[in-house]
């Protein structure tokens, strides 16, 4: 089984529009998770943390933890072309090591 | 600069050479990690490493792979007798302590294999 998953996408949304990314994950003891953007031959780049149950909000982006369903989330609202990336969720598993899901690729249309 | 520095960004090596791949963490970061990308895949964890030692190499090949953190200079990423398989992007990232996720990025190593 996978420690960190996502849909692989591509997800394509219109411009202004809520984009939805999901992660699930499988080590419990899992306590940190994060958002990273990677734009196509570059390298990631941290946008967004999490590390309690509930909301955490930042400008246009929000991540979502609910530890008892092992389910992160992150919304990005009024979507906007330059926001086209591949976005990788990641968790610090208990082994003090950050593992990466496969990303899922976003497309914002003009 | 003060950010993670790779070199070299491109580097050709054909069958059987060994590859060498370095990383020099953001100035008071003390840990790096290693990840593999394949072309349109995710980025793969191979080994999180502080100075001198080796935290976790759960996800490093068993054989040809090897990777270092010296008290003074860069991390190495070594790989002994390349294949074309192991063409690929290698990304260093540093955090400034156990536990601490892969804060900033290197802009990666890409290696082809001929």
């Known amino acids: 089984q996978k420690e960190v998953e996502q849909n692989s996408g591509p997800l394509s949304v219109p411009e202004g529009a809520i984009a939805s990314l999901n992660c699930t994950y499988s080590d419990r003891g899992s306590q940190s998770f994060f958002w990273y953007r990677q734009y196509s031959g570059k390298s990631p780049e941290l946008i967004m943390f999490?590390?309690?149950?509930g909301d955490k909000e930042d400008g246009r982006f929000t991540a979502q933890l609910n530890k008892a369903s092992q389910y992160v989330s992150l919304l990005i609202r009024d979507s906007q072309p330059s926001d086209s990336a591949t976005y990788r969720c990641a968790a610090t598993t208990g082994g003090f090591k950050t593992i990466f899901g496969a990303g899922t690729r976003l497309f914002v249309k003009a | 600069n003060a950010g993670v520095m790779q070199n070299p960004r491109h580097l050709v090596r054909r069958r059987g050479q060994e590859a060498r791949l370095r990383c020099s963490p953001m100035k008071g970061h003390s840990h790096v990690y290693w990840y593999r990308q394949l072309p349109e895949e995710g980025l793969k964890f191979m080994v999180y490493?502080?100075?001198?030692?080796?935290?976790?190499e759960s996800g490093m090949p068993k054989e040809r792979f090897s990777a270092e953190f010296p008290k003074e200079g860069p991390s190495i990423l070594r790989i002994q007798q390349v294949v074309r398989g192991d063409s690929a992007a290698y990304f260093c990232a540093s955090s400034p302590g156990q536990g601490q996720p892969p804060l900033h990025f290197g802009n990666g190593t890409r290696l082809t294999v001929t």
């Open positions: 999490i590390y309690s149950n």
């Open positions: 490493l502080q100075k001198e030692n080796i935290i976790d």
